[in-house]
Structure formats: C-alpha cells, structure tokens
T-cell receptor, first 115, second 114 residues
Framework: AQSVAQPEDQVNVAEGNPLTVKCTYSVSGNPYLFWYVQYPNRGLQFLLKYITGDNLVKGSYGFEAEFNKSQTSFHLKKPSALVSDSALYFCAVRDDRSNDYKLSFGAGTTVTVRA | NAGVTQTPKFQVLKTGQSMTLQCAQDMNHEYMSWYRQDPGMGLRLIHYSVGAGITDQGEVPNGYNVSRSTTEDFPLRLLSAAPSQTSVYFC?????????????FGPGTRLTVT
C-alpha cells in the first residue's frame, strides 16, 4: 500500500522569506515522488519529481525538494517566496513495487505569501 | 498541442440524471486517468487506463464508468447522478514510461448535483 501525508493545511510566509511545504510518505518498496501546484480554478501543474539519484531535486519556478529516505520525507522548498507562489500544493507518491501506475495524492497545502 | 482538454467546464445535474464528461489528449500518451477533487481530501483516483481497450478501477469507482476506444479519448460516465458526486473532476494523461512520467492535467469540470 502507498500513502502520502501533508501535515500542514496552510502555510503562511512573507515575500522574500524561505518557503517549506512538508510531505511524508509510506510505501512498501521505493518511492517515486512528485510535487504539483494548483492555481485557483486551474488544473494541476507538475513542479518536480524524484525517481532515483541525487536527493536534492530542482524543478520549475525556482522550487526544489529534498528526498530523505530515513525520515520518509520529500519536503518542497523555495529560498525566497513570491506573492505569485500563493497556490495549493500537492505531494504524490507511487510505490515502485506497484504495477498499476497509480499515484496517491496528499490532501494539499494552501500556501499564502503576503507582500 | 492543446494538451489535455475537458468538456464541459461546468455542469448542473439533477439526482438520477446521467451524463458523460469528455476528456481528450493530443500528446499520444498511453496512460490516462480521472480524479475527483473534494476540499480537504486531495485528489482521489476514479478510473484509469494504460492504453486503448484497457481500463481499471481506482479508489472511488462506484457510480462511474469509463471506456478507452482510442488513445486520445477517455470519457467518464455518471450513470445515475447523486449529490455525493458533486465535485471537481480532472482528467490527466502521461507517458507510460514505467509510471515515471509526470501527469498533465486538464482544466477540470465543476459538477453540481442537486
């Protein structure tokens, strides 16, 4: 079975400050991990993914995420947040032992960046 | 490329009515899926397909049917609408690639069942 948790419903930061959105996962094998962003009244957009290799993954719009196997986490980070980063962020996971290509999504974290 | 397109954008149904949500992609992706998004619950997988003629159930398949006669199209049918099916529905596609490809999402269909 695979699952993902986003422990914070909301994250509020000031523009220019670091932004972190937390994600933890549970799989029986190795994880394939993804971050998506959803702007109001839009579909989800892919930000970045971890499949294998370097634990630090860089993605779109200046975002990066760090894979930590011992803590089963994949936190999304941005060194300096912008007001335009305000959106709903989803973490997703797939177990590499799964043969059905299903992704499991977290409940989402609403990020608000204040000017 | 238009990417993933969904129609309609909005729909209001009465309990018991049936309808089909349309989804099409022009990226020749093998994998397509339908999700519903409800507040505080993230996205839940309804049905998915790994290629033309092949479909399977996701987490919440009850009350929905799908078919995949072509690579491009993956319609979702509500057989007898219920208020519990009020939600925002997203279609997504990706390259099969061992499931490693990122998913491309359509703009969504906002469905209200009264």
């Amino acid at each position: 079975a695979q699952s993902v948790a986003q422990p914070e419903d909301q994250v509020n930061v000031a523009e220019g400050n670091p932004l972190t959105v937390k994600c933890t996962y549970s799989v029986s094998g190795n994880p394939y991990l993804f971050w998506y962003v959803q702007y109001p009244n839009r579909g989800l957009q892919f930000l970045l993914k971890y499949i294998t290799g370097d634990n630090l993954v860089k993605g779109s719009y200046g975002f990066e995420a760090e894979f930590n196997k011992s803590q089963t986490s994949f936190h999304l980070k941005k060194p300096s947040a912008l007001v335009s980063d305000s959106a709903l962020y989803f973490c997703a996971v797939r177990d590499d032992r799964s043969n059905d290509y299903k992704l499991s999504f977290g409940a989402g974290t609403t990020v608000t960046v204040r000017a | 490329n238009a990417g993933v397109t969904q129609t309609p954008k909005f729909q209001v149904l009465k309990t018991g009515q049936s309808m089909t949500l349309q989804c099409a992609q022009d990226m020749n992706h093998e994998y397509m899926s339908w999700y519903r998004q409800d507040p505080g619950m993230g996205l839940r997988l309804i049905h998915y397909s790994v290629g033309a003629g092949i479909t399977d159930q996701g987490e919440v398949p009850n009350g929905y049917n799908v078919s995949r006669s072509t690579t491009e199209d993956f319609p979702l049918r509500l057989l007898s609408a219920a208020p519990s099916q009020t939600s925002v529905y997203f279609c997504a596609s990706s390259t099969r690639g061992g499931g490693l490809g990122e998913q491309y999402f359509g703009p969504g269909t906002r469905l209200t069942v009264t």
